[in-house]
């Protein structure tokens, strides 16, 4: 099932507006609606472009000014020096599914994980039950216990 668009207008002075809330949003906001899952589409009021992928772009690159970096400068670089197109041919066919398949893994990989310490703790319960039990079978487990040899002798007093 397809998920429904929420539509924004983008107006001149850079403000987006709801159009399902009929109010003013920050790209802040715009982003919170984004992690929540839902899915945005962004159209200049002027123009009626579709200007969505630029507006997304400009929070990423919001968060990536306060952090100072978004891309490795080697990165940068080849991306100058070889064209903006093997960057858009690489965002187009590569990066939606290389992120889509990490993700995937990486969900996989918590979930396994979180197997592994569910189990580690069955099993540590498990040990402590059997460790009791064993409580009673160790004077037949230990050679050098008095319980072990007939009649409770020393066995230095067994030959004789």
Do not use: C
Request: charged fraction near 30%; glycine fraction near 4%.
């Amino acid at each position: 099932m397809a998920q429904e668009k929420i539509l924004f207008k983008k107006y001149p002075n850079r403000r987006l507006y709801d159009t399902e809330k009929s109010e003013y949003v920050s790209l802040n906001q715009l982003e919170d609606l984004i992690k929540d899952g839902k899915i945005v589409e962004v159209v200049e009021v002027k123009t009626g472009e579709d200007v969505t992928a630029f507006t997304l772009t400009q929070i990423i690159l919001e968060k990536a000014k306060k952090k100072n970096t978004l891309l490795p400068l080697p990165l940068l670089h080849l991306i100058i020096r070889h064209g903006e197109n093997v960057l858009s041919e690489f965002f187009e066919k590569y990066l939606e599914q290389t992120v889509q398949n990490y993700l995937a893994y990486k969900n996989a990989a918590d979930d396994q994980f979180k197997k592994w310490l569910e189990m580690g703790q069955d099993f540590s319960s498990m040990a402590q039950k059997t460790a009791k039990n064993f409580t009673n079978l160790n004077p037949m487990l230990n050679p050098f216990s008095n319980n072990f040899f007939k009649n409770g002798k020393d066995p230095k007093d067994q030959d004789e």
